[in-house]
């Protein structure tokens, strides 16, 4: 069960507590707090992060609510900056594809869903805060807003992918060898599976950049084969 941070909590096991999805990140915390979390997690080895999600059982089946659709990390890093140069807490999907956009000839549905899939992204990041179908500050926003580097913004989206489960099932699983990527969504229908996984592979692109060698033998061993998570599934 999520829980809020105390002042009393280290921000070692703060991280802990993030990567694990144990702590609330959608309400206020103090400025100091998020601070500390971001700089601890930024100090945090990918080694240490994949103990922290081994020790998380597996999902053999991963909830659809939960699986990511963004477009790239590049364009989550800037909802938090958009959300505070506009001023507006409660950004709408339309108003947030509006301005991640800045296509003033892109059609409404468009820019719906282009804020629906990069505004739950950052909320599953931890960048923002997701109710009611809007984009609310959350914990981490302005902390995360106020650091300068580009660079480092981008490594801690990659860091906090990690919070992400089928991220955390398939890091998991492929530590004992080769996995099949679409595992874990086979209850889904193929072409919902196939849509996904574009997702999916981007941001192990992505965590494969951090050149840790544990963390790419693990991704090196996630292959992507439909047709055989297909027929795996046939009754006999």
Same mark, same amino acid.
């Given at each position: ?29 103090? #400025?100091?707090?998020?601070? !500390? *979390? ?21 999902? !053999? ?11 790239? *990390?590049? #364009?989550?890093?800037?909802? %938090? ?23 003033? !000839? ?5 820019? &719906?869903?282009?804020? @629906?899939? =990069? ?8 960048? &923002?805060? /997701?109710?009611?179908?809007?984009? =609310? ?23 906090? /992918? ?7 099932? *398939?890091?998991?699983?492929?530590? /004992? ?6 595992? %874990?969504?086979? =209850? ?8 996904? &996984?574009? /997702? ?5 692109? @992505?965590? =494969?950049?951090?050149?840790? %060698? ?23």
């Amino acid at each position: 069960m999520d829980c809020t941070i105390s002042a009393n909590i280290t921000p070692t096991a703060a991280v802990r507590l993030l990567i694990m999805n144990e702590i609330a990140i959608d309400g206020f915390w103090q #400025t100091k707090q998020a601070e !500390n *979390l971001l700089n601890e997690l930024d100090n945090t080895t990918v080694t240490s992060l994949l103990r922290i999600i081994d020790f998380i059982e597996p999902q !053999n089946q991963v909830d659809s609510v939960t699986l990511p659709q963004f477009g790239s *990390l590049e #364009t989550l890093v800037r909802v %938090p900056e958009i959300m505070i140069s506009t001023g507006m807490d409660g950004l709408s999907y339309t108003q947030l594809g509006f301005y991640l956009k800045g296509d003033v !000839n892109a059609k409404q549905s468009a820019n &719906a869903k282009y804020g @629906e899939t =990069h505004g739950k992204g950052a909320c599953q990041l931890g960048f &923002a805060g /997701c109710q009611k179908s809007k984009i =609310h500050f959350g914990s981490l926003t302005n902390a995360f807003h106020e650091i300068p580097d580009h660079d480092r913004k981008l490594r801690l989206a990659k860091l906090l /992918c990690f919070r992400i489960p089928i991220i955390q099932t *398939l890091l998991n699983k492929a530590r /004992c060898g080769k996995i099949n990527g679409f595992a %874990p969504m086979s =209850h889904l229908e193929k072409s919902t599976q196939i849509r996904r &996984a574009i /997702c999916v592979k981007m941001i192990l692109r @992505e965590l =494969h950049t951090l050149q840790d %060698p544990e963390l790419s033998s693990r991704i090196d061993n996630i292959y992507w084969d439909i047709e055989r998570e297909d027929s795996s599934n046939v009754e006999v």
